[in-house]
């Protein structure tokens, strides 16, 4: 993947109501990446798609089970694609600050374009 071209992050939750929104948020204005969010339930605020899929770079879903959903409903959409289990439960509110700290310790290591440069050390 070209390093310089942008990024286009997907992440998936069930209800696209909590855990995605907020990736979708947090990294919204991330250097070098452009963010959608959408559920793998049909009665989801924003359910997936193929054709969202198919713009998505990275997949970022948030538990196995949407992982193995995925693959079960969108199996033939998916080749090529990297999907990234992140291992959050539902247990978070929109923007709890737990969540966006969680989101920062796990996503941006798969971002290597868009991962900031170390300190400098001072002389």
């Not at 942008?6 to 990736?23: D, I, M």
């Not at 196995?64 to 995925?70: P, W, Y």
């Not at 539902?90 to 709890?96: L, P």
């Amino acid at each position: 993947m070209n390093p310089d071209r942008t990024r286009k992050l997907l992440f998936v939750c069930s209800q696209n109501r909590l855990r995605s929104p907020t990736a979708e948020q947090v990294f919204a204005d991330w250097p070098g990446v452009e963010t959608a969010s959408a559920g793998t339930n049909r009665d989801a605020d924003y359910p997936l798609t193929p054709e969202l899929l198919a713009w998505a770079d990275i997949v970022f879903v948030m538990e196995r089970t949407h992982r193995s959903k995925l693959s079960g409903k969108f199996g033939r959409h998916l080749a090529g694609k990297r999907v990234i289990c992140l291992d959050i439960p539902d247990e978070y509110d929109y923007m709890d600050p737990d969540l966006v700290r969680l989101l920062h310790a796990k996503v941006p290591r798969h971002l290597p374009a868009s991962r900031p440069e170390p300190d400098e050390p001072e002389r």
